[in-house]
């Protein structure tokens, strides 16, 4: 079945430092892939999204782009903040033959410090 | 406009006992998908509903179920609480039933003891 397979947390950085938080996909069919952020106390808000193969999503300086031959979805910031510090969580959907279900990976914790 | 909004915000039940949540959707968007979020883990779907029509179920028992109204609000109610069911439960409303991008409520926290 489709699954989502998310890097292990948690992970802490200096500001400004270079991330990378990885993501591999297992799907039948040709998926939709998302980034979600969740802060401390709150819902899932999305932070990008790419619709099929060599597309690349972007959002507040993070970009993540769709690898069909890889089968992943690393999310990269160049430069994170203090700010950024949240749980990601990687996303799949394989659409209507699946009901829109959608299949999230455990969540990688973020943590920057100034 | 407004987003997806759930209610209550928190809850405290025991087991054993039923629980009902709500969710309106954003204004415009037909489909309604429920989610449970257990503490560090990613959320797991739980059941889609699109034009008042069940069009998706995970992996939950039966005590869970839902609907949606004409309106497009729904409900979610799980029967004979069990401790397991502490959870973030999730609500994410998108346009069409297949394929779109979820938007997510704030979520109801319940804690069953």
């Known amino acids: 079945g489709d699954s989502v397979t998310q890097m292990e947390g948690p992970v802490t950085l200096s500001e400004e430092a270079f991330l990378t938080i990885n993501c591999t996909y297992t799907a039948t069919g040709y998926p939709s892939l998302f980034w979600y952020v969740q802060y401390p106390g709150e819902g899932l808000q999305l932070l990008l999204k790419a619709t099929k193969a060599d597309d690349k999503g972007s959002n507040k300086g993070f970009e993540a782009t769709y690898r069909k031959e890889t089968t992943s979805f690393h999310l990269e910031k160049g430069s994170v903040q203090v700010s950024d510090s949240a749980v990601y969580f990687c996303?799949?959907?394989?659409?209507?033959?699946?009901?829109?279900?959608?299949?999230f990976g455990t969540g990688t914790s973020l943590t920057v410090i100034p | 406009d407004a987003g997806v909004t759930q209610s209550p915000t928190h809850l405290i039940k025991t087991r054993g006992q039923q629980v009902t949540l709500r969710c309106s959707p954003i204004s415009g968007h037909k489909s309604v998908s429920w989610y449970q979020q257990v503490l560090g883990q990613g959320p797991q779907f739980i059941f889609q509903y699109y034009e008042k029509e069940e069009r998706g179920r995970g992996n939950f028992p039966d005590r869970f179920s839902a609907r949606q109204f004409p309106n497009y609000s729904s409900e979610l109610n799980v029967n004979a609480l069990l401790l397991g069911d502490s959870a973030l439960y999730l609500c994410a409303s998108s346009s069409i039933g297949g394929g779109q991008t979820q938007y997510f409520g704030p979520g109801t926290r319940l804690l069953v003891l």
């Open positions: 996303a799949l959907t394989s659409g209507a033959n699946t009901g829109n279900q959608f299949y």
